[in-house]
Structure formats: C-alpha cells, structure tokens
C-alpha cells in the first residue's frame, strides 16, 4: 500500500498540500503523514517535485534536521495562508520563516530554463534540504502572485482546516474535497468508537 493512499490532494498548488500533510488539524485526533525524513522525500517525489530515484536516495540519508526545518516551514505556510484564507492580516513571524526558507532554497538553487523556454529556480544534488526547497519556492510564488482571493479554508465545523485553491468559475467551492469534506465522517467514527469501547 502506498503511503499517501489515504491522504486526500485537494489543495491545488504543493505549498498547500503540504500544509494539509496534517489531516484535520482542529480535530482530538489530527493526522500526521510526515513521520520521518524518508517520508518528507517521499510525498516530494508523490508531488512530482522530484523524481523517486532522487527520493530513493535522498531517503536513506540522515534527514532528521531537515525534516524538523520542513515542518516548521509547513506550520508557517499553514498559519500565512490560513490567515489569508479567512481575509486577517498574515503572521508577521510565520511570514518570516517563509521568507527564510525560501532565501535558503533560492541560494541553493541555479536559474536556467524550463521545457516552456522561461527561467525557474531548478535543484540538483543530494542535500536532504532538497526534499522542501521546492515548497518553500512555491509558497513565495504563491504569495507574491496570487491568486490569493481564491485561497480558501475548509468550511467543515469538524475541525478539517484544509487549505485549497478555489479554482471553480463562480468560487463557490467551500469544502477541501469536491464531494464534500471527510473529516465529518471520521470524527463521528472516531467517536463512536469511543462510546463502543467505553
Ligand atoms: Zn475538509
């Protein structure tokens, strides 16, 4: 079974998924995907943002400093676009540790043309940082070029706090996932389990 089976992609641009990596944040029972460096690389490669020979490799080193530097990236996405999502002012400090990680990627990073012809950040090698790099790209460009009225948070009560991008033509879209948002359902698993149990 692949590792990310369960984990719904709905966000729209990686900066976004990576921050719904935590599965119904506000609920009693969040859950983590990310549990070790190897899975930081492997969810980079699921995304597309590098190839699994590289995840391969890039797994099997010692990432633990890099892990703890992708998840406090993450929570600061998660806390910049949240706030942008429900219209408040962006997180000052958040708003900073994006900008550092993006200027650690940035100096890591060569300039040279894509399949399209126009230049991008591109990265090579086997630094372990490599794994959140493109993330930390993805969010300044998201940032400085929008579309940010479209970022939305998922209206389940539950507790699902999604972020997605709301591509729909009339933006009507409200829950994390096109039939509705399934976090509902798991809490109410959840808990009649408990009762079950009890
Ligand atoms: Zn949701």
């Known amino acids: 079974m692949h590792a990310f089976e369960n984990l719904d992609v709905f966000g729209g641009v990686v900066s976004l998924d990576f921050a719904n990596t935590v599965d119904g944040r506000a609920t009693e029972q969040p859950v983590e995907y990310l549990h070790t460096y190897a ?46 999502g429900r219209g408040e002012p962006a997180p000052v400090a958040e708003l900073d540790e994006v900008r550092l990680r993006y200027a650690e990627a940035v100096a890591a990073a060569r300039l040279s043309p894509g399949d399209d012809g126009t230049f991008g950040w591109r990265f090579e090698g086997d630094d372990p940082d490599r794994a959140w790099w493109p993330i930390a790209v993805d969010a300044v460009r ?23 991008l709301d591509t729909s033509k009339n933006r009507s879209r409200r829950w994390c996932t096109m039939d509705g948002c399934g976090v509902d359902a798991k809490v109410k698993r959840q808990a009649t389990r408990r009762r079950t149990a009890r």
């Open 39 to 84: 899975d930081l690389a492997a969810w980079s490669a699921y995304m597309g943002m590098i190839d699994d020979a590289t995840a391969e490799r890039l797994g099997r080193l010692d990432g633990g400093a890099s892990l703890d530097q992708a998840l406090s990236l993450r929570e600061a996405i998660f806390q910049v676009f949240r706030a942008i």
């Open 142 to 164: 998201l940032l400085t070029g929008g579309p940010l009225d479209r970022i939305k948070v998922c209206a389940a009560p539950a507790g699902c706090v999604g972020l997605f």
